[in-house]
């Protein structure tokens, strides 16, 4: 008969409850050891950071989405999960593997980080981790998770030098300051932490899980959802040809 439940290889009732944090837990069974205690920082300080933004296209979609099917919470909550991608919430994934390119090049951190920010001014792409439309001139939160990041000997400190240095170089090429986002800032934190920038993304995915559902909350005490569709249906014009 089954009498144990097991979280990887430990029991799960045993050794993980009352014993473990959600945290600990999470990124046990993810990464398949145990945080240190700088990675359980970073990972805290992150998912915070993470968990709310507004009415992103995230939190619109779910709110739309429960607007439609009240009876199916998990429905919404995915509906905005689906939008955390290139463009929103997981742009740290973009940024992490520009950091990895530029601590990996022969030719130094210096050149490669003007290499790849001329590319990026002569393509006119946006730089991965950098700039804002609301925090100006500099993002908040940014010093927050590298001090609390710096803070731990066992947090390597060498992606939050490099996109430092990255910064100093983007707004020289650039000729303006452009903030190192939140974004940004996750992903030399993560790294910091020994997390692979392919998976980081899912801790993005499990931080705004959290907030979506604060968003549902709040749209059960005060509906937004017909506003958000009525100013859609009032101001978006029509483009087709017939009158």
Not at 40 to 68: K, W
Not at 72 to 77: E, T, W
Request: glycine content about 8%.
């Amino acid at each position: 008969r089954l009498d144990a439940l097991f979280l990887r290889d430990k029991n799960l009732v045993d050794e993980v409850i009352g014993k473990m944090s959600f945290t600990d837990a999470m990124f046990y069974h993810i990464i398949g050891e145990l945080p240190t205690l700088g990675q359980r920082s970073v990972l805290d300080a992150v998912l915070v950071t993470l968990m709310e933004h507004g009415l992103t296209p995230s939190a619109i979609s779910t709110r739309l989405t429960y607007l439609s099917a009240p009876e199916a919470m998990q429905s919404a909550i995915a509906a905005g999960l689906l939008n955390v991608g290139s463009q929103f919430i997981g742009t740290m994934e973009n940024a992490a593997t520009l950091l990895e390119r530029v601590q990996a090049d022969p030719a130094g951190i210096d050149a490669s980080c003007r290499q790849i920010v001329q590319q990026h001014k002569d393509a006119g792409k946006p730089m991965p981790g950098f700039g804002h439309h609301l925090h100006r001139p500099d993002d908040p939160r940014s010093p927050k998770l590298f001090e609390i990041a710096l803070a731990h000997k066992d947090i390597d400190q060498r992606p939050i030098t490099t996109i430092k240095t990255l910064g100093a170089i983007v707004d020289e090429i650039y000729g303006k300051h452009l903030t190192i986002n939140a974004t940004g800032a996750t992903a030399a934190v993560l790294m910091g932490a020994s997390i692979p920038p392919c998976i980081m993304r899912g801790f993005a995915v499990i931080s705004r899980a959290a907030g979506l559902v604060a968003h549902v909350m709040e749209e059960k005490e005060t509906p937004t959802g017909r506003t958000i569709w009525n100013i859609v249906d009032n101001n978006i014009p029509y483009t087709g040809k017939a009158e």
